[in-house]
Each structure stands twice: as C-alpha cells, then as structure tokens.
C-alpha cells in the first residue's frame, strides 16, 4: 500500500492546519490508521489513531486536534487547531493491516511560527 499525505506548510502560532492521507495500490483495509510526528534526532512519537475501538491522542494535543477517517476508505485527516512551535515536526501517516503489517508515508512538514 502506498499513502500520501499532504497539508502541512507554515503557520503561526494559534493557526490551524488540517492534514491528509489516502492509501492506495491495495484492496485491504487498514485496522488502525494514525498520525506520527518525529522531530530530528528525537523518536518518532504517536500523535493520533483511529480505528474500530475508537480514538487515541498523545496528551500533547488533545483537545486541539481532532481525527477522523473516510468510512470504507483508507483515508485518514489529522484537524489541528491551536497549534503551538512544539507542534513544529515532520507529520507521517501511518496504517497497520489486520496482520499487523505497517505502512507509513512519506511525511509531511509542519512548521509553527511563534
């Protein structure tokens, strides 16, 4: 499967940025999408995921980011609202398959000004 994601960019502080992420090349469906975010030389972190159980936020940003995903599709949207410089990351989509296999993307750049 490939994924795309796109929407990321520069904002200012207090702005908002809504990310996207469609799969293709597969007929299977992913059992849990998600957003990831790595900063250089730190880990690549968990942001959001999404899936039959329901909703997961990092700490760092619940209640400023919301995500939703395309019913039936492998799509998924990651609306970030608030955003502060510590949001500052490369954003990957992610998708693991019902056997557990991940799929990420290619990343996406957001940047917050203060």
């Known amino acids: 499967v490939q994924l795309q994601a796109s929407g990321g960019g520069l904002v200012q502080a207090g702005g908002s940025l809504r990310l996207s992420c469609a799969g293709s090349g597969t007929i299977f469906s992913c059992n849990v999408m998600g957003w990831y975010r790595q900063v250089p030389g730190m880990q690549r972190e968990l942001v959001a995921t999404i899936s039959g159980a329901g909703t997961n936020y990092a700490d760092s940003v619940k209640g400023r980011f919301t995500i939703s995903r395309d019913n039936g599709k492998n799509a998924v949207s990651l609306q970030m609202n608030n955003l502060k410089p510590e949001d500052t990351a490369v954003y990957y989509c992610?998708?693991?398959?019902?056997?557990?296999?991940?799929?990420w993307g290619q990343g996406t750049q957001v940047t917050v000004s203060s």
């Open positions: 992610h998708c693991q398959s019902r056997l557990k296999v991940d799929y």
